[in-house]
């Protein structure tokens, strides 16, 4: 594409779109591997269902979780979302946050939407929203593409940082207008939005906070004492409850998903995923400082195997 900015994958995409002549558009990643006929899958999907449909999603999965402890909090966290979550979400109605890749659209239907959001580091998450709210549906095909994740905490530090600020990007701008949303949408599709992209972003920065303030009680030996008020004593419970609930029901979709999948071996894996979560709430601070000084940098994921030192 010509060497202006901004420098980020839509912009590229975009430029793209220009020369397809084609009635179908796919995205696919240079790493990626899709399923043999996962193309001649999406093409019949289309024919068959409604013609609302906007987007097939293929399922995203990852072909190298030996590699690193990363690579294998990626594979459970990549088959919990895309074999649990997003059928989930598609089956309710609700609108989908697309992946970055395996995505296939009408043609039409993008040049319609105005394609991608140049300035956008997360255009698949924008996406799934804008064809949302223009009336259209996605579907989740039953079909792999399997991807490869980064496989040093450098290379999954700055792809997730990039990740939230798309995240917080796409959040505040789709929320500008609330009631707005909420007529394109309707109450439970703005609520999907608030809960998924808003809940993402919030438990993110906010997860770190109650370790600290765990700490603060153990330290100070407050942490068994009784509390001050019933009101206090209420909310505290409330809050254990919720972490501890949180942290059970994602580890046991986490644990079933990779165990669907075949990798039973990633199982006990699955029990680390609160350490996961703490390294991003890292890169959610990251991402907030990067969306208030360099919003659109687009910090490119190095692909390939890793390079030994001499």
Known sequence: MPPAPPLTKPKALNYALQFARGEYVVVYDAEDRPHPDQLRRALEAFRSLPPDLGCVQARLNIYNPRASWFTRQFTIEYSALFDAILPALARLGLPLPLGGT?????RETLVAVGGWDPFNVTEDADLGFRLARKGWCTAVLD???WEEAPATFGRWFRQRTRWLKGWI?????HTRRPWRLNAELGWRGALGLHILMGGLILSALAHPWFYALLAYHAMSGQLFAPADSLAGAAVWTIACINLGAGYLISMLVGALS??????????????LM???WLLI???????????????YLWE???????????
């Open 102 to 106: 395996s995505n296939h659209f009408r």
């Open 143 to 145: 079909s792999t593409t």
């Open 169 to 173: 990007q796409t959040y505040l701008v």
């Open 258 to 271: 990779v165990w669907r999948r075949g990798r039973p071996g990633l199982v006990l894996s699955a029990l």
């Open 274 to 276: 609160p350490l996961t």
């Open 281 to 295: 709430s890292a890169a959610a601070y990251r991402a907030l400082y990067q969306f208030a000084t360099r919003p």
């Open 300 to 310: 490119k994921t190095e692909h390939g195997p890793l390079r030994r030192r001499r």
